[in-house]
């Protein structure tokens, strides 16, 4: 879709509902609320849902967002790829037809809703709302700006990963010139952890292996440690970037109990290895440096296959 | 300096010797490589030194340069704003006159070379010359563009704090039309740890406790914690930032055993406190956000003290 076109319906329309996806992160939120509020400054009623509502984490963004009563007229998902990510809250926004318009940057987005307008290759979707208010020629509040800030950081971890791309620190430099304190939003996101957090990832580093010279690094989270530290589950997630942390690991290996004698096995690799072929090798796939695969044995047996396997692939 | 006074400077001269700071980080070794191969494309004599060696972690810099053989007669120092931050190795060019450019970002620069360029509000010394290049009209290699980067990056963790400006993130989008593999570079410098290091946290981040209703943190590095790490002395800088990183916390303190009863303070806060009023009290100094100080006493005294005073300051 033309930018032009979008900034038409939202002109057109004025009770809008925005959905953000389910265990939301700043991406989704940052466009939700930076969309939200850029529509209330053109006078119209909007408001953001959540299956599992807004995290303490992100309320820099919406510590002075009071929902609206009105019947919404015009549904918005943004950086929503399949309904499925709507989360049960959202169940009956995910029937088909329900929603108008969808704005999002997954290029395995399943146009879902009515209209779609996606950019694969735009890191977050936030920077594609960031185009069409640009678009518009209307002026962004500072709070809107933070918003889209914060989402284009979120989704390009700070600007350091391979999508971001010359037009995302273009988008950065012009939202730095709204009062967005962009540090302290930089701190809460990347640098400020849950106690729970950092109580995980100290036992997880301390569980951490090497193996076929160090160039294999593997950590292992079984049932009794994920008890031991009383952390909530969610704290979990996310962790199989940690055995790749190690200089000069070329496969990190994260080992996770799901049952007795079932091991969910996530792998990262640096250009030298294929994680995708490499759990391919279990039944299980994903993408070149970050893949994952289901192995089912006692955990001995587990590790001693990977690093099996491992070996092999890299000739050691 | 006006830049093209700087570059007729280059043009003018034949053999640089270009000096970098000890302990070297990304900036001043972006800085370095990246002058030197400029000039070397100039059809110049160009060398870079430093009193430390060049550590492995940026040998995506120079991994391929070579010393070449010539006596120097223009002596240029990158990134550093006194003599003392030579180093032993490089003792020579700390007296005075050695010197005959130098082109740094800190505001505290001695002004000990016969020409200085200081830009206080560029973010790294490694824009600075990207600056200064582009003035030049000359094209870039990759190489170099990559220098750059690499420096701007590490200077700004990855465009992450207060230091990062528009210019900044113009100057990176800028660089990354070059081929430099940025997001290879950004996982090295950002992501990779050594395995020393990552016990290093590992242990310190266990020995963390809270005090003050979870609103101040501390963590003790003592003789023995370090020993027992068996790790390389060097990998215990840099820790004061992991207090501040739990959530919540508003001051992060960390102790750290000098001698018998003889403890390092290095205190962070959030824009809550006041690190150098904080660290003021015993007599020591620094930034708002980040001080320190020096305490005698038994470690059971020194941190009770800290937490007493921290309470009074917080009002708790």
Chains 1, 2 share one sequence.
Do not use: W
Request: some cysteine.
């Amino acid at each position: 879709m033309e930018y032009g076109e979008i900034n038409r319906i939202f002109e057109e329309n004025d009770k809008f509902l925005i959905l953000t996806h389910k265990s939301p992160d700043g991406d989704t939120l940052g466009s939700g609320f930076g969309l939200c509020y850029f529509l209330r400054d053109m006078g119209k009623l909007a408001n953001v849902v959540n299956s599992d509502g807004f995290p303490d984490r992100y309320d820099f963004m919406y510590a002075e967002y009071k929902d609206q009563d009105f019947e919404p007229e015009f549904i918005i998902a943004v950086d929503i790829a399949d309904v499925t990510l709507m989360g049960s809250g959202l169940a009956k926004y995910q029937q088909e037809g329900m929603v108008d318009l969808c704005i999002d940057h997954h290029i395995s987005n399943k146009h879902y809703a009515k209209l779609t307008h996606v950019e694969g290759q735009t890191a977050a979707a936030a920077h594609i709302l960031y185009k069409i208010f640009k678009e518009s020629g209307r002026k962004l509040r500072d709070i809107t700006a933070k918003c889209l800030y914060t989402g284009i950081a979120t989704d390009t971890g700070c600007f350091k990963y391979e999508n971001t791309t010359p037009e995302t620190h273009m988008a950065a430099a012009e939202l730095m010139a709204y009062d967005i304190d962009f540090a302290n939003v930089n701190r809460k996101m990347f640098d400020v952890k849950s106690k729970g957090r950092l109580k995980v990832e100290q036992a997880v580093t301390g569980s951490m292996e090497y193996y076929l010279n160090d160039k294999c690094a593997m950590i292992t989270i079984t049932t009794e440690l994920m008890e031991k530290c009383g952390a909530d589950p969610a704290e979990f997630d996310g962790l199989a970037s940690i055995p790749l942390s190690a200089e000069g690991v070329v496969i990190g290996i994260t080992v996770k109990q799901r049952h007795k004698n079932v091991y969910k096995i996530s792998v990262r690799t640096t250009e030298e290895m294929d994680a995708s072929a490499f759990c391919g090798l279990f039944g299980g796939g994903g993408h070149i440096r970050a893949a994952g695969c289901e192995i089912r044995g006692s955990l001995e047996d587990v590790k001693a296959l990977l690093i099996e396997k491992a070996g092999q692939v890299l000739g050691i």
